[in-house]
């Protein structure tokens, strides 16, 4: 790696707790300057501008989060034991983010869809790269015989991942694991009632 590859990814990784806990408007040049020590010049060295600060770090964040999750189900042999320490990864994951401020991805969707309308293809692209993830191991799962064949994937996928970041939300904004503890039952009735 190069000094300018580390000074950018220096950089990715002192602001991308930033930007998800103030989102890109609450997040101003002063704090990147603070959280990184550099100049405004040195940022802008790197960067085109703020904007791509802000991506790059969503991604950051998005890849850390996948990396964890990942480490969670590697070694699980099965589809179904996969899928439940998924849930019980984003069960965890509620209150100890990898990254500060909670989930990227239902942040940066909340600041993209009125905001910072220019991220809206990057976290779409993001959304629905998860829900294929979840439904590829429903779809596994069903080719080696574990859950009932012609169940609908998408919706599924759909299901749990959108009752998992409403989960997300309600939990950090009410203080409670209650919300997410629900929904984890839930998902997982899901996983039973489908599995032979």
């Given amino acids: 790696m190069t000094k300018s590859e580390r000074t950018r990814q220096f950089i990715i990784e002192k602001t991308a707790p930033l930007f998800n806990t103030k989102g890109y408007d609450g997040t101003s040049m002063s704090d990147l300057i603070q959280a990184t020590g550099l100049t405004k010049g040195s940022l802008y060295g790197n960067f085109k501008d703020k904007e791509e600060i802000s991506v790059e770090a969503f991604r950051y ?47 940066m969707a909340i600041d ?60 950090r904004v009410e203080r409670s694991r209650e919300p997410m503890d629900i929904v984890v039952k839930h998902c997982k009735s899901i996983l039973e009632q489908i599995s032979k």
């Fill in 61 to 107: 964040s998005i890849g850390k989060v996948r990396e964890l999750a990942r480490t969670e189900l590697n070694g699980l042999l099965t589809y179904k034991k996969q899928l439940s320490a998924l849930l019980d990864f984003y069960s965890r994951y509620v209150f100890d983010p990898p990254v500060k401020g909670g989930c990227p991805l239902l942040n």
């Fill in 112 to 171: 993209a869809d009125d905001n910072h309308v220019s991220m809206r293809s990057v976290v779409t692209k993001e959304l629905m790269a998860t829900v294929n993830f979840i439904s590829d191991l429903l779809k596994d799962g069903v080719k080696a015989g574990e859950f009932t064949k012609g169940i609908k994937t998408m919706d599924i996928a759909y299901t749990f991942f959108c009752s998992i970041e409403g989960a997300i939300m309600f939990s």
